[in-house]
């Protein structure tokens, strides 16, 4: 990949400046080999035979030269006007990427720390980066050269943790700034566990959020997963996950885009136990000149393994959705039985959708399928509904919200159902279909 | 070497044009040309069939095929191609790297493309249809069947220009051995495509835990009047299939082309009949060996 | 003329994609009547009931509809629906994510609001909804599910019934509701078509057999053969044409009859 020798020089100066603070301590390593790499590979911005990237331009990000970011004083009552929050859950807040404490939840039921304080402890977290290849991936490189606060959470063997863990990345918009948050979730055998991640706020200027999550489930555990994307129309939003998954464990995810200028999201589930699940389900709704990119990925890596991937999107405006889903059956992975499905509601002339729903099979005795559907509603089911009184307008209603509906639905925890619930249906468009 | 026809207007060319390659020198390419424009409101149906004897080192073929269908036109295209494979640990066989492209352009028109791909060591083949005139309508049909070390890349481009335009893909894959057989195939629907129509269905068999069977479909909308869908399945030969003709009494290779046969009749209903028996006994050799 | 006709239709025309299938139809429904229109498959029944409910896709070249003394051919479908005509779906539609209790009260609701009443409040539709569910034996599971999602045909059929109780139109029309229905399914539609049945309510019910009949006495038959209405009578008729069949027909009417 060709690099763009000025995007790079712009981030190793920032960089120096922050291996200076914490010298030889054990992130530097990590960071001095994530810098060596991006200077290497850089941002994808390069289009020609980037399956990737295939359908998403980067180059508005690469011209900015965004400076790291550095905490604000942003107020409770700001957070909680954007972000799902409920007091029975475990909130935790990070502004611009830093760790607010006055602002989080603490609890003794599971270790929950923030990574600025395990690096200024020089307490190495065992595993952190392991489920990310850096070699692959300019941001993901990038995050990890500017490691510097996130969150680390591990739940211990057998405990089932009831209320939800609430992670708020809160950007105050602070124009050309980047946060570069990172995740880490160990998950413990037999343990259960639900982790809310969103990405909220932004202002009016250009701003990215580049993120990195690892989640590692062991054996008999169970994760649900959330993330809510809703920032300003000027933020940039890159968000990479890596799950690793081992023998009977179960990974639910739910995405909800709603925000940003150009979004994306990447997420890999790597199968890597016998008899292990997931469930990756997103809806996006775009609008104006969004751009949102999902990249979701499932790796069976071993026998017995079942997934479900369900995508559904709403576009509006002159936005463009990228649906690119990948299913890889590995040869030893025999008795896989997977399920993909992409499906697009188009409302507007202007907008355009690019959906990849791809398998590739190397086992034989499985069970794989998938489907895509793009398009407006049919003209049966809105001739159904008027006959039954039910005016085009509101008729287009009940047909985009049900289609909304259909994933919102599936959130079990009440409160955040309701949250999501109230921020798309107050979000989406008054429009009739016609035909 | 090159071939042209043309169909002038309003004819229905009532026989199949048919034409029959053969690459038969050593180390050798073939590189043709074919050209066919049906006129106003003709019909033409055309079929090529392709064989080449066995040779330790490999072929090249890389023809260039174009259609061009007018007004209220119709052209349909069979292929059946069985260049020689290279033998079972993979030496010599046809590379086999053909452009196929259909303009039905004409309002009214339509290309119907349809193949059976048992040949060749490697092919990478993807006619396509453009569709520009209003109404108009593209096909594929496919079987691709693969075995020992062949690789199989193919599939199709539909792109929708005009309004009330149509396409419908049939794909159908069969891996063996240690081959790989991949389908790939875009469907882009233009802006001012209004009414545009488009139903995908790519289904893929496996026979063995050495091969493997990889869709990629690439689905471009910029039309909210648009409907399309595509749907894909892999799965190995249904057990319970076989057991029901085996209980019945028929040996499990028999049964194992039976059901075989089955799944890419769909397709093969699209050939002329003579082709078609072709295509069922070209499946049956191909299909020798891959089980017990 | 003594009697009140809720519907007149005029020497109806009408095609789909240039293909004529109504070929001059000529009905009339008096208010409380019920009426059956019967023939061979791919005669134009369910085209008829689809024309008088406005589906797009059916374009009327000649003719009229006149109900409740207007002629209706111009109205959207909705229109239509808000005053009193009722289509009970041959295929009723799947709506994902579009739940029963939602669709259901938001149908109410445009009748109430064409009428000049209120939308109606949760709890008095609830009662409402329960007492109707009730009638048609529907499972309540079904109404909290989307509409139609996933429902066997039966289902489908009696969502219908239910929607025709809950909706109160003037005018039923039942497309092929008996098709595919077992015993115990087809009584209780039936059911729910008698109890709506009145002196001021009239049904044109379409079918192919005379089966629904038994449950539902109809008090005009007609005969529907490639898009024309070639013999009319009453309840008897419907017996006559069971026993002798469609072949019948073309002999005394002198019709081609494609079976």
């Known amino acids: 990949m060709v690099t763009n020798a000025s995007e790079v020089d712009h981030y190793a100066s920032d960089f120096k400046q922050l291996q200076a603070l914490n010298d030889n301590n054990w992130v530097s390593p990590i960071r001095s080999h994530a810098m060596e790499t991006f200077a290497g590979i850089g941002l994808p911005t390069t289009r020609k035979g980037n399956e990737k990237w295939k359908y998403t331009n980067v180059a508005p990000i690469a011209r900015i030269p965004f400076a790291l970011s550095s905490s604000s004083n942003t107020s409770i009552d700001v957070i909680k006007s954007v972000a799902p929050w409920s007091d029975s859950w475990t909130n ?188 990756l389900q997103g809806l996006y709704f775009t609008s104006g000149d969004q751009h949102m990119d999902n990249f979701i990925n499932i790796d069976h890596a071993k026998p017995y393994g079942t997934s479900n991937l369900f995508y559904k999107g709403i576009l509006d405006g002159k936005s463009r959705a990228v649906f690119g889903g990948t299913v890889l059956v590995r040869k030893p992975a025999q008795k896989t039985d997977s399920v993909q499905s992409d499906k697009n509601l188009i409302l507007s002339a202007d907008a355009e959708v690019d959906s990849k729903p791809a398998l590739f099979i190397y086992a034989d005795d499985v069970k794989c399928a998938h489907g895509a559907t793009a398009g407006n509603v049919d003209a049966d089911t809105l001739f159904y509904m008027r006959s039954r009184g039910i005016d085009l307008e509101t008729a287009s209603r009940l047909l985009i919200y049900g289609f909304a509906g259909e994933v919102i639905d599936k959130v079990e925890i009440p409160e955040l159902r309701d949250f999501l619930e109230e921020a798309f249906l107050t979000s989406l468009p008054s429009y009739k279909f016609e035909f | 070497m090159a071939h042209f026809a043309t169909c002038p207007p309003g004819v229905r060319c009532p026989i199949e044009l048919m034409t029959y390659f053969r690459i038969n020198e050593v180390d050798s390419g073939q590189f043709e040309r074919t050209l066919i424009i049906a006129d106003e409101g003709s019909y033409v149906s055309y079929l090529e069939g392709c064989t080449a004897p066995m040779r330790k080192t490999h072929q090249l073929h890389a023809a260039v095929v174009e259609l061009v269908a007018l007004k209220d036109a119709e052209i349909k295209y069979s292929t059946l191609q069985n260049w020689y494979p290279g033998d079972k640990d993979g030496n010599g066989g046809v590379f086999n790297f053909v452009t196929k492209r259909g303009a039905a352009r004409g309002e009214n028109s339509k290309i119907s493309w349809t193949q059976v791909e048992t040949g060749s060591a490697i092919t990478w083949k993807y006619p396509s249809v453009i569709l520009q005139g209003d109404n108009s309508v593209g096909e594929f049909y496919s079987v691709a069947l693969v075995n020992n070390h062949q690789q199989a890349d193919t599939g199709t481009k539909m792109i929708h220009i005009g309004k009330n335009t149509r396409s419908t893909i049939i794909a159908k894959g069969i891996s063996a051995g240690k081959a790989e057989n991949t389908y790939r195939g875009q469907v882009s629907i233009l802006p001012n495509a209004d009414n545009a129509r488009n139903f995908t269905q790519c289904d893929s068999l496996l026979i063995g835990d050495e091969c493997g069977a990889h869709t990629v479909p690439y689905i471009e909308v910029r039309n909210p009047s648009a409907q399309m869908g595509h749907e894909a399945t892999t799965s190995k030969v249904n057990d319970d299939q076989l057991f029901y003709l085996q209980q019945r009494g028929i040996d499990l290779e028999e049964a194992n082309y039976m059901v075989i046969n089955g799944f890419c009749r769909g397709i093969f209903k699209e050939l002329p009949f003579e082709f078609a028996m072709e295509a069922s006994q070209l499946l049956r050799v191909s299909l020798e060996g891959t089980v017990g | ?107 109410v609701d445009a009748i109430r609001k064409e009428n000049g009443d209120e939308e109606m409040g949760v709890r008095d539709f609830d009662k409402l909804l329960e007492e109707k569910r009730q009638l048609v034996e529907m499972d309540p599971d079904l109404v909290k599910r989307s509409v139609n999602e996933g429902f066997s045909g039966g289902e489908k059929k009696r969502n219908e019934i239910l929607q025709l109780a809950l909706l109160d139109p003037k005018l039923a029309l039942l497309d092929e509701t008996d098709s595919g229905l077992d015993i115990d399914a087809l009584r209780i539609v039936s059911e729910g078509v008698n109890n709506f049945k009145g002196p001021q309510k009239s049904v044109l019910l379409v079918t192919h057999y005379q089966r629904i009949l038994d449950y539902i006495s109809p008090d005009y038959v007609h005969v529907l053969v490639d898009g024309k209405i070639v013999k009319s009578g009453g309840a008897e008729l419907a017996l006559e044409l069971e026993q002798k069949g469609y072949e019948w027909i073309r002999e005394s009417t002198g019709t081609e009859v494609q079976t």
């Not at chain 1, 606060?149 to 063997?157: A, E, F, P, Q, T």
């Not at chain 3, 009140?4 to 208010?31: P, R, T, W």
């Open chain 1, 92 to 279: 935790v807040v990070f502004v611009n990427g830093f760790y607010r404490k006055d602002l989080s939840d603490q609890s003794d039921e599971f270790e929950l720390t923030n990574l600025a304080e395990l690096i200024e402890e020089r307490i190495p977290v065992e595993n952190l980066g392991s489920l990310t290849d850096i070699s692959d991936d300019g941001f993901a490189a990038l995050n990890t050269s500017f490691l510097q606060d996130g969150i680390v959470l591990k739940v211990g063997k057998g405990k089932t943790v009831e209320f939800p863990i609430n992670v708020v990345f809160f950007s105050d918009g602070s124009p050309s700034t980047v946060a570069h948050p990172r995740i880490f979730v160990k998950a413990g055998r037999g343990s259960s566990v639900s982790v809310i991640e969103n990405y909220v706020g932004g202002g009016g200027d250009y701003s990215l959020t580049n993120s990195v999550s690892e989640i590692l489930v062991e054996e008999d555990a169970v994760v649900n997963h959330y993330r809510f994307l809703s920032e300003s129309e000027h933020t940039y939003d890159v968000g990479y996950g890596r799950v690793k998954l081992s023998d009977n464990s179960v990974f639910n995810s739910r995405s909800f885009f709603k925000g940003a200028n150009i979004g994306r999201y990447d997420l890999n589930v790597l199968i890597d136990g016998e008899y292990a699940s997931c469930d």
């Open chain 3, 1 to 107: 003329m003594s009697k009140h006709n809720l519907i007149e239709i005029k020497n109806l025309h009408a095609s789909v994609e240039d293909i004529e299938i109504l070929k001059g139809i000529n009905l009339e429904v008096g208010v409380g009547e019920v009426h059956a229109i019967m023939g061979p498959n791919g005669s134009g029944k369910s085209t008829l009931a689809n024309v008088i409910a406005g589906r797009p896709g059916y374009s009327v070249t000649e003719g009229e509809i006149i109900y409740e003394g207007d002629n209706i051919l111009a109205k959207e479908p909705e229109i239509r629906a808000r005053a009193g005509i009722f289509l009970a779906f041959q295929y009723p539609v799947e709506l994902p994510g579009v739940r029963t209790w939602q669709f259901l009260k938001a149908a």
